[in-house]
C-alpha cells in the first residue's frame, strides 16, 4: 500500500504545480474505440505428493490452467482535459468475449511430466474489462505554428484496473493415464462431457507512471506513441463447479503482486474542426511473482497452498471517433 501514497502525493504535487497561472486555453476531448482484442491467462500451482517409498516429494508443477485466444469484441471511452502543463485524462472499457481455448492439465512429475489428466474446454460468454485514471505534465519540445507540426512529451501517473472474467466450458477429456495418477485419484475417461461451467476471476489493480509521446505531422495528421509501467496487486476467485468436494460459488482464491508493461502505438486524422478518426494498437505483458493459493472446501474448511507466477498478455487493434468540446 504504501507505494499507492507515494504515487498519490506525486500526482497531489503535480496538480499544484500544473493548475498555476496559463495563458494557454483549456481544452476537453471526448471519443470512443471499436475494436477486436485477444487475451492469454495462464496460471499453475505447485504441490507435493508421496511416492511409492513412503516419501514426500516436491513438484514445481502440479496443476496447470491455460486460457488462449480468448476473442472479445472491445467497446471504450475516453476522455481528457488540459490546461496549460497539466493533463489528466480518463479511459473505461469492456468487451465481451466470444469465443476462446482453455486447457486443464495434471502432472505427476516435475517439469509437465507424467501428465495423467487434460481436458481441453471452450471459453466463452463472459467479459473483459479495464479502468485507468491518470495525471501528467505536457512539454512541448518542437512546435511549428505555419506547417503545423509540434513534438510534445507528456510523463503520466495514475491508477488502473484489468479484470478478465473468464469461463470453461464444452468439457473435452484428451489425456486420461490412470497409471500416472495419485493413489485415490481418477482421471475422467477421454471423451466429451456435459455440464462443465467453471469460472475463474482475475483482478490486476494498482499504481502505473508512464510517458506519452505525440508528434504533429501536419495540421490534419498526428502519430502519437504510449508506454506505461504498472504494479499491481493481483487477485482471483474461481469457481469449479464440477468439485463436489470444492465449496461454491467460491472455490479457491488466489493472491500475488504482479508488474505489467503496456505499449500503445496510433494515428491521429482529423476530419472535420474539432473531429477526429483514430487507429490503435494496444499491446499488454503482465505477470506477478509467486504468490498465495487458497482452497475452500465443502464441508467449510480452508488450506494454503503457493502459486506460480501467474501471466497475461493481450493485444487490442481499435478505431474510433473523438471530438473537442
Keep these: 500500500m504504501k507505494r499507492k501514497y507515494v504515487v498519490a502525493r506525486c500526482l497531489f504535487v503535480w496538480v499544484l504545480f500544473a493548475c498555476g497561472p496559463t495563458v494557454a486555453c483549456a481544452t476537453t476531448e471526448v471519443g470512443v474505440d471499436l475494436g477486436l482484442r485477444t487475451d492469454d491467462l495462464k496460471w499453475s500451482i505447485p504441490g507435493e505428493f508421496t511416492g511409492k517409498d513412503g516419501n514426500i516429494y516436491q513438484q514445481n508443477i502440479v496443476s496447470e ?4 485466444n480468448i476473442k472479445s469484441k472491445y467497446l471504450s471511452g475516453h476522455g481528457s482535459f488540459e490546461d496549460g502543463q497539466f493533463v489528466a485524462r480518463v479511459n473505461v472499457g469492456r468487451g465481451n468475449i466470444d469465443s476462446g481455448d482453455n486447457q486443464d492439465s495434471d502432472y505427476r512429475g516435475n517439469n509437465r511430466t507424467q501428465e495423467f489428466s487434460r481436458s481441453n474446454n471452450k471459453s466463452n460468454g463472459d467479459t473483459v474489462s479495464d ?15 505555419v506547417s503545423g507540426s509540434k513534438f510534445q512529451l507528456t510523463p503520466m501517473a495514475g ?25 485415490g485419484v481418477t482421471p475422467p475417461a477421454v471423451g466429451s462431457y456435459f455440464g462443465l461451467n467453471s469460472s475463474y476471476k482475475a483482478s490486476w489493480k494498482g499504481p502505473f507512471i508512464g510517458i506519452d509521446a505525440l508528434f504533429q505531422v501536419n495540421h490534419q495528421i498526428a ?29 479457491f482464491a488466489h ?70 468540446l
Design 65 to 68: 490452467l491455460t486460457w488462449k
Design 131 to 145: 479502468m485507468k485514471l491518470g495525471f501528467g505534465l505536457k512539454f512541448s519540445l518542437m512546435a511549428d505554428e
Design 159 to 183: 491508477l488502473s484496473s484489468h479484470v478478465q472474467s473468464l469461463r470453461m466450458t464444452n468439457m473435452r477429456q484428451t489425456v486420461s493415464e490412470t497409471q500416472y495418477a495419485p493413489v
Design 223 to 251: 502519430m502519437r506513441a504510449n508506454f506505461e509501467h504498472h504494479k499491481a496487486d493481483y487477485s482471483a476467485r474461481a469457481n469449479w463447479n464440477l468439485r463436489e468436494d470444492l465449496a461454491h460459488p467460491k472455490s
Design 255 to 324: 493472491t500475488a503482486t504482479g508488474d505489467g508493461n503496456v505499449w500503445q502505438l496510433g494515428l491521429e486524422m482529423e476530419l472535420a474542426a474539432h473531429a477526429q478518426v483514430m487507429f490503435s494498437i494496444v499491446s499488454q505483458e503482465w505477470t506477478t511473482s509467486t504468490g498465495t493459493d487458497r482452497f475452500y472446501f465443502s464441508d467449510g474448511v480452508s488450506d494454503y497452498g503457493l502459486l506460480n507466477p501467474v501471466k497475461w498478455h493481450s493485444q487490442a487493434y481499435q478505431v474510433g471517433f473523438q471530438v473537442s
